[in-house]
């Protein structure tokens, strides 16, 4: 049985994302939508897999905008949706959220936020909780796996009781990281879809669902805010912990909470150290922090990454002058914690011990010194595209055909695998040289390809995934056609969202819930708008490199080049040779052979890698994917590729 | 009856590289702990494991509470490395005199060795640190015996074999099948069991 739909009462391991997706479907939600992104993905992985069983509409949505979109026509229709990203995706989604905040909802709607402290697995640390702030919505920050779930239920309550969206907010360390969970009981009803909209104008609930008259609208939306910062007076996810009269207070929310509890306990304050944890963070309970605030003249504000609840909390004490003292903080503004990257228990601790004047742990200095002998020796382990990669090979072929072409062109990278080309020594040879949002690469050559008029001549490409390419790719490249912007766009289709685990997309016959569903064709689309199109296997070097030397020596119209190969751990691929891969070391040259090591130190696929003692190349057999993309760059030919029988 | 903990919380740290099955590793002994009655945090960084890089989970066991997903410097009590520069990588912060290491001895190179850039340590470097640095370590060929078997990935499954049979934890074959019957296909949880049995006969 799925462990999604555990019985009531029974105790389980959950991820932070399973917690949440339990607490939506014990809060009885119908529909839940969302475009993957690393950390929230696992959220409607989960729910999908139990769609059937739960009657629930699941989508992975082109973007997160229209995930939003999707979620909140179930909620006019009365029903309770969930809409769910990481922290990117509340930018996307940002200009819908502005006026969704205003028109109100109806059926109970949460957007759930898992954001990315320290970016461990994204191109920033971007934090959403001041959308919060300024779209004026109530925002929850689960702070251990139970929360999580309970939070996540009552947020859809929340939601029903303010007419409004309410945002969760997760983060890596809540999300990917697992605790025990009690289960709670699962609903049996099924609501209808209505939607009612001939009541007046003014009316959030009877009328049409629309932000103005915005006077009317927006009064309304304060009061809502209101209302929901007096719940969060009596809400039992605050909680104290700590004696009547501490020396300090801290005042912490989401994995910080745990942070601060181990701190308290590593430097054993329990009974001079008091911790505040507020799981409502948005708008703040006034009454309860003036309660606390009282207790101690010393407050440290542990949070992650900017000092969002810090600002709240001082501006707080600055409105009640007469109620609130003068208090000494500790926290990002005056350096005690930074505000770039994530936190851990020994940052707080560290920090915890100066100022309560007690000794942090360490360990024997002998010990100490060792250990640092031994970083020493440890080689870095960078990141780099898998054996068998298609990127890697489309990349090679991007950069034979610019060298071939010799006028220095460049591409313009986005968002997905393919990043790591502009980011880390991935690769030994460099062709992207810009990287922002998604969809954001095709914007940019489009801008670069019109500046021939001030004697920039060098050719422009953009590089872009197939999910990406429906993400928001699209409005780039009319803008490309129709200013006549003269840029070759590549398509690197390895046939699904494969950054984030294979989540389908639109260009796919499957949905989220395994429903045959039509496919979106990118050549089609691309051909509609009037670029010329090619498509080309990625691993056919000599092929693919003279279709993009054609397109970059003719001038003038938007060419684009689908380079369609399957991502090497897909379910289909992984496990499965296409080659047996060796090295033939009569025939390799090693170091004399001029190649400057080509294979290992410029293509550097982990699995080629280099026998010191033999000063030879080897190929490892444990990780060889058996793509045999290798053999076609040897100049020795010296790299040997047998066709593996099929299975 | 009451299984004690030799230490509360119980701090151990399972490392790798992306694709070697660290995150299930992780999972399949949580499970098997739950099922024992302990609270389990797992702390995990998993984003990027599909990518060649460095992939670590924190497990936290405890009788009391959920604890802190990144366990604080210096307090590994167990390092599970299924490579062995991972396992020095985790030492060099989560190390002190009191920490058990068991190690696999199959290398993945990481790029940066591959161009030349940087040595690998020498197993007897590693194996002498391991010496110096640890109260107790363990140093098995698993991947060889996963590959004997038909497949590398079970690496990860003759570790864990092998942790059971050093007693640091209270886990045995009977919970280890266990879970393999909650979680694992039918048709491939014998050599599920094979794989165990194996590791803890490396020890």
Not at chain 1, 185 to 193: D, E, G, S, T
Not at chain 1, 531 to 537: G, L, Q, R
Not at chain 1, 543 to 551: E, V
Request: net charge positive; with cysteine; aromatic share 8%.
């Amino acid at each position: 049985m799925n462990k999604l739909l555990s019985a009531a009462n029974k105790e389980v391991l959950f991820m932070g994302n399973e917690a949440i997706a339990r607490g939506a479907l014990e809060a009885g939600v119908n529909v839940a939508a969302a475009y993957p992104g690393t950390p929230s993905s696992e959220v409607i992985e989960n729910l999908a897999s139990v769609a059937r069983q739960r009657n629930l509409y699941v989508e992975w949505s082109a973007n997160e905008k229209v995930a939003v979109e999707v979620a909140a026509a179930a909620s006019f229709a009365g029903l309770r949706s969930m809409c769910v990203m990481k922290q990117n995706g509340v930018n996307v989604a940002s200009d819908f959220l502005l006026h969704l905040t205003a028109s109100g909802t109806r059926g109970g709607i949460v957007l759930v936020s898992c954001e990315d402290p320290g970016a461990l697995s994204s191109v920033n640390e971007g934090e959403s909780r001041y959308f919060a702030r300024m779209l004026e919505m109530p925002l929850l920050e689960p702070a251990d796996f139970q929360e999580a779930k309970d939070l996540t239920k009552w947020a859809f309550e929340l939601s029903e009781k303010v007419h409004n969206i309410v945002m969760l907010r997760s983060v890596t360390r809540m999300s990917h990281a697992s605790g025990n969970v009690i289960c709670g009981k699962l609903p049996a009803k099924i609501p209808r879809a209505r939607f009612v909209y001939d009541g007046p104008l003014t009316d959030p609930l009877k009328g049409p669902v629309i932000s103005t008259p915005v006077g009317v609208k927006h009064k309304l939306q304060q009061e809502k805010l209101k209302k929901a910062g007096e719940l969060f007076e009596k809400s039992p996810f605050n909680k104290y912990i700590g004696p009547p009269k501490p020396q300090i207070l801290i005042i912490t929310s989401s994995a910080c909470f745990l942070y601060s509890r181990e701190a308290v306990s590593m430097l054993g304050l329990q009974k001079r150290v008091g911790i505040l944890k507020l799981s409502c963070t948005w708008p703040l309970p006034e009454k309860l922090l003036k309660k606390y605030l009282r207790l101690a003249s010393k407050i440290m504000v542990v949070e992650e990454v900017l000092p969002f609840m810090e600002e709240n909390i001082k501006v707080l004490a600055a409105s009640y002058p007469r109620e609130i003292d003068a208090k000494t903080f500790h926290g990002k503004i005056d350096g005690t914690f930074p505000s770039v990257g994530e936190l851990n228990p020994d940052m707080v601790a560290q920090e915890l011990a100066k100022i309560m004047k007690v000794k942090y742990k360490t360990l024997p200095a002998s010990y100490a010194r060792e250990l640092q002998r031994v970083a020493a020796v440890i080689p870095p382990r960078e990141q780099t595209f898998c054996p068998g990669c298609p990127h890697r090979a489309s990349f090679w072929d991007i950069n034979t055909a610019l060298k071939l072409d010799g006028r220095e062109g460049f591409v313009c990278g986005d968002i997905g695998c393919y990043a790591m080309a502009a980011l880390f020594p991935a690769i030994g040879f460099h062709t992207v040289h810009t990287l922002h949002s998604m969809g954001s690469g095709t914007g940019l050559a489009s801008g670069f390809a019109k500046l021939d008029m001030f004697g920039f001549d060098k050719p422009v490409l953009s590089v872009c995934g197939d999910s990406t390419f429906y993400h928001a790719v699209l409005p780039a490249l009319i803008n490309a056609r129709h200013h006549q912007a003269d840029i070759t766009f590549v398509v690197m289709d390895n046939a699904g969202t494969a950054m984030t685990g294979f989540q389908p997309h639109p260009g796919l016959t499957l949905s989220a819930t395994d429903e045959t569903v039509p496919a979106v064709d990118i050549g089609k689309i691309c051909a509609a708008i009037g670029a010329k199109v090619e498509t080309s296997d990625p691993f056919d070097l000599e092929a693919t490199t003279k279709k993009l030397n054609s397109f970059l020596e003719k001038k003038g119209n938007l060419k684009v080049l689908i380079l369609k190969q399957v991502c090497a751990l897909s379910p289909e691929k992984k496990g499965k040779k296409q080659y047996e891969v060796k090295v033939n070391e009569k025939l390799c040259l090693g170091d004399e052979c001029g190649c400057n090591r080509l294979c290992t130190r410029i293509f550097r696929c982990p699995a080629l890698t280099w026998d010191k003692a033999k000063r030879k190349a080897v190929v490892d057999e444990v990780i060889c994917a058996g793509c045999g993309f290798c053999a076609l760059i040897c100049p020795q030919k010296a790299i040997i590729k047998t066709e593996v029988a099929a299975r | 009856m009451k299984i004690f903990l030799a230490k509360d919380p119980m701090n151990i740290i399972i490392t790798g590289v992306g694709g070697q099955g660290n995150v299930m590793a992780s999972r399949v002994l949580a499970d098997m702990l739950v099922a024992k009655g302990f609270y389990v945090t797992i702390g995990e960084t998993f984003g990027m494991s599909q990518r060649g890089g460095s992939v670590m989970s924190h497990l936290r066991v405890s009788q009391k509470s959920t604890w802190s997903p990144q366990i604080p410097f210096g307090q590994a009590d167990i390092v599970m490395a299924l490579e062995p520069s991972e396992a020095l990588r985790v030492l060099s912060r989560w190390g002190n005199p009191g920490v058990a290491v068991l190690s696999n001895s199959r290398v993945v190179y990481p790029i940066g060795v591959i161009t030349g850039d940087y040595d690998y340590p020498h197993e007897q470097k590693i194996k002498s640190i391991f010496k110096k640095l640890t109260a107790k370590s363990w140093m098995i060929d698993a991947t060889s015996v996963a590959m004997e078997m038909g497949n590398s990935v079970l690496s990860n499954i003759v570790m864990i074999g092998a942790l059971a049979q050093t007693k640091l934890l209270p886990i045995d074959r009977h919970a280890f099948e266990g879970e393999i019957n909650k979680s694992v296909a039918a048709d491939k949880r014998d050599v599920n069991l094979v794989a165990f049995d194996a590791g803890a006969k490396m020890i």
